[in-house]
């Protein structure tokens, strides 16, 4: 499974699908205003089921040995546990809100772990045509030109991206905004952007120095940009500074030298 041949054909054929997801959201993003008969949540849902559909029919064509865990399937059936096998991670559609707004940052994310390790990422912005890749020793591309992190080693001159999550129970919004409202004085500024993923795409091409959230819908939000930020020389990690967990919906990002300050400052704001 290692070969490098094989891991460029992974590679390859999570392209070729991510593009083809890509194709149905850019379609959906252009017509949603115009449905109005039809609630657009619901359109929504039907992209993100039509994605993910096509996302999986695409890769069980190439791997019919593989195993498949995505949004919409763990919606469905309670979230699949991550095992050794080979094991395809998808969110065909992150950044739902953004969609429902008309607001570009959305992107279909579809990640590889083989023995729990992510090894191949890609996240593709249909709206901006931006496709990040990154494969396990390989190193990490947007639009096929070679990435890294940013080599900021203050965190007072840090351009942090932070989101609320999905909750919006008293207690879980006032925890996230004191953090906030803490941190913002212990960084240059904040970004909300809403995709997990493209956060930390961000954070692997250098636009972001810092990201972290606690509490977002499962490892398909993060699955393939472990792979892409750790491939551009990044690191990540619990936000805490301990490992990261995948399956913890906890996740922080940054280069290795920001990491303990950021884990400290955050610390100190909750």
Known sequence: ??????????????????KVAGEIIRKGFYQSKHVEHKGQVDLVTETDKTCEE???????????????????????????ELTDEPTWIVDPLDGTTNFVHGFPFLCVSIGLT????????????????????GVQGKGAFLNGKPI??????ELV???????????????????????????????????MSGSCALNLCGIACGRLDVFYQVGF???????????????????????SGKEVDITAQRIAASNASLKD???EALQMAQ
């Open 1 to 18: 499974m290692s070969a490098d041949g094989s891991l460029d054909h992974l590679l390859a054929v999570a392209i070729d699908a991510a």
């Open 54 to 80: 096509v996302v999986f029919n695409h890769l069980k064509q190439q791997f019919p040995d593989h195993k498949f865990i995505g949004e919409e399937t763990a919606a469905a059936y309670g979230v699949t």
């Open 114 to 133: 083989i023995r729990k390790v992510p090894t191949v990422g890609v996240v593709y912005n249909p709206i901006m045509d931006e496709l990040f890749t």
């Open 148 to 153: 890294k992190v940013a080599s900021q080693s």
């Open 157 to 191: 001159k840090s351009l942090l991206a932070a989101e609320v999550g999905y909750e919006r129970d008293k207690a879980t919004v006032d925890a996230s905004t004191n953090s906030i409202n803490s941190l913002l004085t212990k960084v240059r500024s904040i970004r």
């Open 217 to 239: 819908g499962g490892p398909w939000d993060i699955a393939a940009g472990i792979v892409i930020v750790r491939e551009a020389g990044g690191v990540v990690y619990d936000p």
């Open 261 to 263: 300050l950021f884990a």
